[in-house]
């Protein structure tokens, strides 16, 4: 199974500031089709998770250009400028390339 | 608008089944792959089991840590998904989520409860 590693695991950040969210997996993610099946995931505290991004760097709809993905290969980032209070909960990068699906540990935004 | 509603979860006794369902509407249903992910207290999000659409035979796929135990199943007349779970263990309590389209959509969760 792809093991995916997030770090930090916490990140304290006042509003306005930018946030950087590393994912690294134990395996390429680009698939045989060449496209790479990396997602962010993001989970405000009693709610259900919300997909931000999709495929390394596409956002979802709605989602603000706060939010951007990069990375490929292995290694993956999610950055939020400018964060605001909505953005504070947990972060879980997975990937969708190899099945099982794995999700990373999370990585907990909370204010500064 | 697309939806997806989970429900059938409970208080279970150990090496008891429950079956849980999830409803869903706004999307073409016979189209898209079903997933279930899970997540126990105060813990991270676990991918548990995968059906796939007709295109795909409906293949299924579980996780290890609940191969052999948990049974998905779809009705794509009625655009729901099921998760049979068989020899229920303490580790199983969590909520339970149903999702779709490559995790675009979520729903609500159900807690499961495994308690004596």
């Known amino acids: 199974d792809i093991v995916m590693t997030q770090t930090p695991l916490s990140l304290s950040v006042a509003i306005g500031q930018s946030a950087s969210i590393s994912c690294k997996s134990s395996?390429?993610?680009?698939?045989?089709?060449?496209?790479?099946?990396l997602h962010w995931v993001f989970q405000s505290p009693g709610q259900s998770p919300k997909r931000l991004i999709y495929?390394?760097?596409k956002l979802d709809s709605g989602v603000p250009d706060r939010f951007s993905g990069t990375g490929s290969e292995t290694d993956f980032t999610l950055k939020i400028s400018r964060v605001e209070a909505e953005d504070l909960g947990v972060y879980y990068c997975?990937?969708?390339?190899?099945?099982?699906?794995?999700f990373g540990g999370g990585t907990k935004l909370e204010l500064k | 608008e697309v939806k997806l509603e989970e429900s059938g979860g409970g208080l279970v006794q150990p090496g008891m089944s429950v079956k849980l369902s999830c409803a869903t509407s706004?999307?073409?249903?016979?189209?898209?792959?079903m997933e279930w992910v899970r997540q126990a207290p105060g813990k991270g999000l676990e991918w548990v089991a995968e059906?796939?659409?007709?295109?795909?035979?409906?293949?299924?796929y579980y996780g290890r840590s609940v191969k052999g135990r948990f049974t998905i199943s779809r009705d794509d007349s009625k655009s729901l998904v099921y998760l049979q779970v068989d020899s229920i263990r303490s580790e199983d309590t969590g909520i339970y989520y149903c999702?779709?389209?490559?995790?675009?959509?979520w729903g609500q969760g159900t807690l499961v409860t495994v308690s004596s």
């Open positions: 999702t779709s389209g490559w995790f675009a959509y």
């Open positions: 706004g999307f073409t249903f016979s189209d898209y792959w």
């Open positions: 059906i796939r659409n007709r295109a795909n035979n409906y293949a299924t």
């Open positions: 395996q390429s993610l680009k698939y045989r089709d060449g496209k790479t099946y």
């Open positions: 495929q390394v760097s």
């Open positions: 997975c990937q969708g390339s190899y099945s099982p699906w794995t």
